[in-house]
């Protein structure tokens, strides 16, 4: 792990360290950096292609928290999103579930960076997010092939796309098990692609989708036809541990620069960091990236021994993460003052963009409310109903 970590800090050192910003502002989709990570081997690495593997999602948890702390931690955020979907999100979909012509043509290629994937399922024109049931698109499906109809938007990489991963009901009315997983290749006739202009992420080539009566090989189908909206939420709990990666990487680089600068900064015979309240205020920003990254770990420690990811506690990293990530950088900036605005310090840009975890992937509220659902039952198994009356409702 270390090794992959060291070549990992190599590449970025060489390729992105001080143009982050300048690829940012491009707002180009940074596909020279995708195809080089790729074809260096950071994505293969990370995934578990082994048959007889106990990992349910095939993704190495561990190596993976690597590649996208050190991305995160570039600030190239543009380029950091865009890797997190495809390796975290679009690879293990492919890897478990996608049909032998899928995994002989398409993966190999996918796990060396020489396609571009991306998911599809918010349909913002029809619905809020993505409420499976109440999507208008769908997927007809006969012996002979899949017809698709519809649309999809705020498509993370959708201009640089080479393929989608779209979750669609194939059946009206819809029902939670009429959902389909589906394969679809952007050039393929009917599928048309808009760009979506950004204040946030302006180079992860964010796309609406329409499609109009686009045919599809049945090979194209991922998995059992029922279980879409079932491989969905499975594999969406990486992307809720996502978050808290994230943040955690970049909070830990925002609180030694608070700290390298309040100790040089001189305050009549002392410095700034001497001051109490600033050592308060460090302290409380970092009681809560700590409390975060302890959740994170041991989240992954217990997905590496289970082979899943417990969906409470990625539930609850992604729920915490756009708070506590706001927090830290805030502090971070408030002590800096006029020194975090300079264009050498991408603070703001990372303020906002951490801060859009809030809405993007379920918004914290639904995280909120879904944590609510699933919380009664994580319940020790010491804590029985009714033996104590003082807890008694």
Do not use: N
């Amino acid at each position: 792990m270390d090794e992959y970590r060291q070549e990992l800090q190599s590449f970025v050192r060489e390729r992105i360290a001080g143009r982050a910003d300048e690829i940012e502002q491009r707002a180009d989709f940074p596909r020279a950096l995708f195809a080089a990570l790729g074809a260096r081997g950071f994505y293969e690495r990370c995934i578990d292609l082994r048959k007889d593997g106990h990992r349910f999602i095939p993704l190495d948890l561990a190596r993976y928290r690597v590649l996208i702390e050190e991305l995160a931690r570039s600030t190239c955020f543009s380029l950091a999103l865009p890797v997190s979907v495809h390796v975290g999100l679009c690879l293990p979909l492919l890897a478990r579930l996608g049909t032998a012509t899928l995994r002989e043509d398409m993966l190999p290629r996918a796990l060396r960076g020489e396609l571009v994937g991306a998911i599809a399922a918010t349909e913002s024109r029809a619905v809020s997010g993505a409420d499976f049931v109440a999507m208008a698109s769908r997927a007809t499906i006969t012996d002979r092939g899949i017809r698709l109809q519809g649309f999809k938007d705020y498509i993370t990489s959708g201009m640089a796309a080479d393929f989608l991963v779209t979750f669609v009901p194939w059946r009206d009315p819809a029902h939670f098990t009429d959902i389909c997983a589906l394969v679809v290749p952007t050039a393929q006739p009917g599928v048309r692609r808009t760009p979506v202009p950004m204040s946030v992420f302006r180079s992860a080539g964010i796309a609406h989708f329409d499609f109009d009566g686009v045919e599809l090989d049945r090979t194209a189908l991922l998995g059992r036809q029922h279980f879409g909206m079932s491989y969905f939420l499975e594999h969406m709990l990486v992307a809720r541990l996502d978050a808290g990666i994230w943040a955690v990487a970049v909070g830990q680089e925002a609180l030694l620069l608070m700290q390298r600068y309040a100790q040089s900064r001189q305050v009549g015979d002392g410095t700034l960091w001497g001051e109490s309240a600033v050592q308060l205020r460090f302290a409380e920003a970092a009681t809560r990236l700590e409390l975060l990254r302890g959740l994170v770990d041991s989240t992954i420690r217990a997905a590496e021994e289970t082979g899943r990811i417990d969906p409470v506690a990625a539930t609850a990293i992604k729920a915490a993460t756009p708070g506590c990530a706001g927090a830290v950088l805030e502090e971070t900036l408030h002590l800096l003052g006029a020194r975090g605005l300079e264009t050498r310090r991408p603070l703001l840009r990372m303020l906002a963009e951490l801060r859009s975890f809030g809405l993007a992937g379920g918004s914290t509220e639904v995280m909120l409310r879904v944590l609510a659902e699933l919380w009664p039952a994580r319940r020790s198994g010491d804590a029985q109903e009714g033996i104590y009356p003082e807890w008694r409702a």
